[in-house]
């Protein structure tokens, strides 16, 4: 075709078929930028078919957040290393080269948000259609995220298909709606605003199905909204071309050229036009930075009577307080600290009495003190009471006065409320005496 319109020299922008891309989309663990490659080379592997190295491939992040786990969603496009070779061998046989090369998917998308179709914030789903088969692709704030194809009826004659157009579209609603289904799933839980249908083959009623359906805007796409020419309805291409050659109207969308290793960005469209452009961009900056002075300034002029407004508030409720010193209202407070500090530490008698009960309720029946002093340690913190306690059992079989006393300090050592009093509960002694003739074990217990 070169040939036959004598084409030849020059730098060419090319737009790839669909059917030589691989499209993915998987997440990996959050990274730093320059550890992102090796994951995504390492993940790739589960999701290609193809040796990766035998690949040229672009991505592009996106973070989230995942169950509070931060996350990165990776849309990831590659192409055949021999493809892109045999593209850039045909244009070499004109003395051509090829600069930038992206998914045609993308150029659609470039082309869209250059004619002003969608904005750079839509969530929209694309589907073609032919006589036998589709395809739909769903994008995300410009980004493709996923493409499905599916057959209808891939046997079916072009004539039963217009005779039997309730069929043809119920089944291509069941596919449509398999796919906004699956991609809620794994994608977006936020809702599609609209879906363009591209279809080269009239189906009766099928948009108004749809529509009723799935409860989505369906929009009409025609080739000639884009370019004015009435042969170009049923092609795609021309739309293609225009979004692989248009400057990217978003930053994301800047990062699919598969050439992008051998040309820096900044060989591409250079000329008059550019020149002119960045000066534009020059004055518009500076114009744009003495606004923002202006405005800065009076934003200060206006904060100023905010403050001084506040300061006289601020006079006016200090009242007496105001020709005071600073050292002296620190005084009054560290004088009124000590005091609340003391106050906190006075002990009431029913605190002690309560003590009291405690260790009593752990005193089983045939258990006796003989001897209990409670003592408060002022000058400890961490020990502020001391309960030193001496009795002796006398119930029951005299093998089993041990394990009574046992329980007794077990008790006392795991009893919440007087853990907030002592840290340590220690067993002293056991010895074994007579008591009006009894045989008896004694103990001793320090709670400190």
């Known amino acids: 075709m070169l040939h036959d319109n004598k084409i030849t020299g020059g730098v060419f922008y090319i737009s790839l078929p669909m059917k030589e891309i691989i499209l993915r989309t998987f997440v990996i663990p959050m990274a730093k930028e320059e550890e992102i490659p090796n994951i995504i080379r390492f993940e790739s592997k589960k999701y290609l078919p193809l040796d990766i190295h035998g690949l040229s491939y672009v991505y592009h992040t996106v973070p989230f957040l995942d169950q509070q786990i931060r996350k990165l969603k990776i849309i990831f496009f590659a192409v055949r290393k021999e493809v892109l070779e045999r593209y850039e061998r045909i244009f070499q046989q004109i003395n051509a080269q090829v600069f930038y090369c992206e998914p045609c998917i993308v150029s659609f998308s470039k082309t869209l948000l250059y004619k002003k179709m969608i904005s750079p914030t839509d969530h929209f789903a694309f589907l073609m259609l032919d006589s036998n088969s589709g395809s739909i692709c769903f994008f995300e704030k410009g980004i493709p995220q996923f493409i499905r194809e599916f057959a209808f009826d891939m046997f079916m004659p072009l004539e039963e298909a217009e005779d039997s157009s309730v069929t043809v579209n119920s089944k291509i609603i069941n596919e449509v709606g398999n796919s906004f289904d699956f991609y809620a799933r794994q994608f977006n839980d936020e809702p599609i605003s609209q879906m363009l249908v591209f279809t080269s083959v009239s189906w009766k009623g099928l948009f108004s199905a749809i ?238």
Request: glycine share 6%; aromatic share 8%; with cysteine.
């Open 211 to 448: 529509e009723s359906e799935l409860k989505i805007k369906v929009v009409n796409f025609s080739p000639g909204s884009i370019v004015a020419t009435n042969n170009l309805k049923e092609d795609m291409s021309p739309v293609y071309a225009i979004g692989a050659c248009v400057d990217s109207p978003m930053e994301s969308l800047q990062k699919f050229n598969f050439l992008s290793h051998k040309f820096p960005q900044s060989v591409f469209r250079k000329g008059l036009a550019e020149v002119f452009k960045f000066y534009r961009s020059s004055l518009l900056t500076l114009l744009a930075c003495l606004i923002v002075l202006v405005g800065f300034h009076f934003y200060l002029e206006r904060g100023l009577q905010s403050v001084i407004k506040i300061m006289d508030q601020l006079e006016s409720r200090q009242g007496t307080f105001l020709g005071v010193p600073v050292t002296d209202i620190q005084a009054e407070v560290n004088r009124y600290t000590k005091k609340l500090i003391a106050y906190k530490g006075i002990r009431t008698k029913s605190e002690v009495a309560l003590i009291l009960v405690r260790v009593s309720s752990h005193l089983p029946k045939g258990a006796l003190l003989t001897h209990l002093d409670i003592n408060y340690n002022d000058d400890s913190a961490s020990n502020p009471l001391t309960i030193e306690m001496k009795g002796y059992v006398s119930k029951g079989d005299p093998n089993e006065h041990i394990a009574v006393v046992n329980q007794i300090f077990l008790d006392l050592k795991h009893d919440k409320y007087l853990g907030k009093y002592v840290q340590n509960v220690t067993l002293g002694s056991l010895k074994v005496e007579n008591v009006n003739n009894k045989q008896t074990t004694g103990f001793d217990i320090l709670c400190s």
